[in-house]
């Protein structure tokens, strides 16, 4: 059997996926079992609307808390307080666009964490794989369904 594959997170992702995990042992199991409870009062269960809704709703909260519980014991923890002189994981960087002079900022996560509208990319991501171990100065091309990409490293944040 294959190794499972890390889960890379910040301790903050790894809390962020700790505490759902905790809500959907100890709040949602319990809502979740007293819907089907009420549903199985309401007599057959065969024509019961209610009482499959809710044994759907449970299947997919214990797939969850499955999905969930996978993760947290494949969890790499990546630190964010990182090099400064070379990008890696858990980076936060500042870039400039070249063709359209424009600056951004991104933080460099596992894929698990990953939220580009928000400024965090994945390491496996084009831009993410491209920028691993450049430094301030660098020009960086990055390949897109578009083209090459230019970027230059304006700071390691």
Known sequence: M?????????????????DELNDLKLVRRREIAEKIKDARGQ???SENAEYDAAREEQAKIEA???ELEQ???NV???ETDVNKNRISLGSQVKLLDIEFQEE???MIVGSTE?????GRISNESPLGNALIGHKTGDTVDVNSPDGIIKYKVIEII
């Open 2 to 18: 294959p190794a499972e594959k890390k889960v890379i997170l910040t301790e903050e992702g790894k809390k962020k996926l700790e």
């Open 43 to 45: 007599g057959d269960l």
């Open 64 to 66: 969850r808390i499955e």
């Open 71 to 73: 993760k947290l014991r």
């Open 76 to 78: 790499k923890v990546i």
């Open 104 to 106: 951004v900022i991104f």
């Open 114 to 118: 990953s939220d580009p509208a928000n």
